[in-house]
């Protein structure tokens, strides 16, 4: 039977943590080996105490059940599930101790190629929260190439980072606490779609599993697991968005805030964050760019292009190198403006021009003007 259904099976039993989980499979046993282990092979692997261990074999016929209907869910409606083994799982995630085993995905997004940015913060946004999080997302868009923005898919900074990505036409990846039989809250249920042309949902969460208030925690720990940086734009002192912060500081992650002023409610969170060199503070996408060391897009862009030029160029002699920088320095410039600054007879000159359209360094425009190729 197909390996992925022992895999799902394996972190549907009860009883049955994510290192011990980890465990048995550390053991070189494939998913599908571990159901036909025997109750002693299985104790002498987990360590658990033998009623336990019982509790853990009795559930093997159930747990495949639940797995096969779980497997026709995701295929038919096209969710890949992701095993920690598996080359597309967030390798960033598994660096983590508790990174989950098992992730459903629905949607196309690399989750290892990109800069990850997971943004949060809490779900009484103000304006100002608002503000601040669409200008990150939007500098973060217009400067970092490949940026993947991650949230949560909740009220407040979670759904304006999303709202944001998609304005800003980058990836945007929603982590839900639910499975992917429902979107909470449904009122974000339309930006969810939207994000599946340009992002993924993701989850740890089976459909079957509809125990959503247990798995908020739980999800926090892949916003920050998965994230290069994580950015809380505002935040009382207590709530989720605090949890994901404390976690990708234990996860050793670079963690950044916004600051508030010292009397307002809702940064209480980000300045005590700060205060506790707990995060460091931005005021704006370049401050986070800056601090991870990420080369703004525009400028990398134009230094490839300086080196393609470059490397175009390396074979022209002197003559034609000073054509070229003639050319540019002009707005399609005229044979003849070319021939008298260049000192050059115009038959000569028209000759040496050929030969760099033959080359794809020029072209000659109506007129007798002339461009560099793009």
Not at 13 to 32: E, F, I, P, R
Not at 51 to 62: A, G, R
Not at 73 to 91: E, G, M, R, S, V
Request: overall charge neutral; proline content about 2%.
């Amino acid at each position: 039977m197909n390996e992925k259904l022992y895999q799902i099976a394996l972190t549907l039993l009860k009883g049955v943590s994510v290192s011990n989980a980890k465990k048995l499979l550390d053991c070189n046993h494939t998913a599908q080996q571990l159901f036909s282990l025997s109750k002693q092979a299985l104790q002498d692997i987990t360590g658990l105490e033998n009623t336990h261990v019982t509790t853990l074999y009795n559930q093997f016929d159930w747990a495949l059940q639940q797995a096969e209907k779980e497997l026709l869910f995701c295929t038919k409606y096209h969710i890949t599930p992701l095993f920690y083994t598996d080359n597309a799982y967030p390798q960033r995630l598994l660096e983590c101790e508790d990174a989950p085993i098992m992730l459903y995905q629905k949607g196309n997004t690399d989750l290892n190629n990109g800069k990850f940015v997971s943004i949060v913060g809490t779900r009484m946004a103000t304006d100002y929260g608002k503000t601040a999080c669409h200008q990150l997302v939007k500098g973060l868009a217009d400067n970092v190439e490949n940026c993947i923005i991650v949230s949560g898919l909740a009220y407040g900074i979670d759904i304006a980072a999303h709202k944001a990505a998609l304005e800003c036409n980058i990836p945007t990846i929603g982590v839900m606490a639910s499975g992917l039989n429902s979107i909470y809250p449904s009122a974000h249920r339309n930006t969810a779609i939207q994000m599946l042309k340009q992002g993924s949902l993701l989850t740890e969460q089976p459909y079957m599993d509809n125990s959503l208030k247990y798995h908020f925690i739980k999800r926090n720990r892949i916003i920050a697991g998965m994230a290069d940086a994580v950015v809380v734009v505002e935040s009382a002192a207590k709530g989720g968005a605090m949890v994901t912060a404390n976690i990708a500081n234990t996860y050793n992650k670079d963690v950044f805030v916004f600051p508030g002023r010292c009397n307002d409610k809702t940064s209480a969170g980000c300045n005590a964050l700060i205060k506790h060199n707990k995060a460091m503070l931005i005021e704006n996408a370049a401050d986070l760019m800056e601090i991870m060391g990420w080369q703004n897009k525009a400028k990398k862009q134009a230094k490839q292009a300086t080196q393609q030029n470059t490397d175009r160029y390396q074979n022209l002699s002197a003559v034609e190198l000073q054509i070229v920088k003639a050319i540019e320095q002009e707005h399609f410039p005229h044979v003849d403006t070319l021939s008298a600054k260049l000192n050059i007879k115009v038959n000569d000159l028209l000759a040496m021009l050929l030969m760099l359209e033959f080359q794809n360094i020029v072209v000659c425009l109506p007129g007798n003007r002339y461009k560099l190729q793009a």
